[in-house]
């Protein structure tokens, strides 16, 4: 059974500060995402990684796959306030079941 | 237009009622899901059907019955609720199954 860890749960920066959110699973997987949630509201998709290496931007995010070491991260740089929420992986398992892990929550201080 | 819609947003009800969600996609999907995220933010798949099809069924109590009419629709039935059923559900689409999932605004349900 496929299980995703995330650390930190939780996390608290000053603006413009730089930091890693990280995201392992325990088995093999194909696909891996990164959603957003706001307090309240739905989840809103960030990014899907597909293979090894694969790395992908948007804005101050950055999210990126390692299949081998079973590890995607996201990379915040220079944080904004705008981007306080709570962030989730998944990771997808065998009969296209996406495995959620807790969540960590972003909380950007100015 | 909204994508995937969901009502109520909100349900408050007493134990041992039945309920419906409904949910609606106007994105051309074939796949739908229904989720259950917890009072620590925990999203659990419950179940997902693909074109009207059962595919995905979690270990949840019979009393939640999923059903499908056509493939842009997806509601959720719960019988004789319980405390523990509080949380909030997210109906959600994809193309296909593998492919990214878009979900809806969640209804929060409080069972009293």
């Known amino acids: 059974e496929l299980k995703v860890e995330q650390n930190p749960l939780f996390l608290s920066m000053q603006e413009g500060k730089n930091y890693t959110i990280y995201c392992n699973y325990s088995?093999?997987?194909?696909?891996l995402y990164w959603y957003r949630q706001d307090p309240g509201k739905s989840l809103e998709s960030l990014f899907v990684l597909l293979s090894n290496g694969a790395v992908k931007q948007e804005g101050r995010l950055m999210a990126s796959l390692d299949t081998k070491a079973r590890l995607s991260t996201l990379h915040i740089t220079a944080a904004v306030h705008d981007l306080s929420a709570t962030y989730f992986c998944?990771?997808?398992?065998?009969?296209?079941?996406?495995?959620f892990g807790a969540g960590t929550i972003l909380r950007v201080k100015s | 237009d909204t994508a995937v819609s969901q009502t109520p947003k909100y349900l408050v009800t007493q134990m041992g009622n039945d309920k419906s969600i409904k949910c609606e996609q106007n994105l051309g999907h074939d796949t739908m899901y229904w989720y259950k995220q917890d009072s620590k933010k925990f999203l659990k798949i419950m179940f997902s059907?693909?074109?009207?099809?059962?595919?995905i069924n979690e270990t949840v109590p019979n009393r939640f019955s999923p059903k499908s009419p056509d493939k842009a629709h997806l509601n959720l039935h719960i019988n004789s609720l319980e405390l523990g059923d509080s949380a909030v559900y997210f109906c959600?689409?994809?193309?296909?199954?593998?492919?990214?999932?878009?979900f809806g605004p969640g209804t929060r349900l409080l069972v009293l």
């Open positions: 959600a689409s994809s193309q296909q199954g593998w492919e990214t999932q878009y």
């Open positions: 059907y693909n074109n009207k099809e059962l595919i």
């Open positions: 998944a990771a997808m398992e065998y009969g296209n079941k996406l495995v």
């Open positions: 088995t093999t997987s194909d696909r």
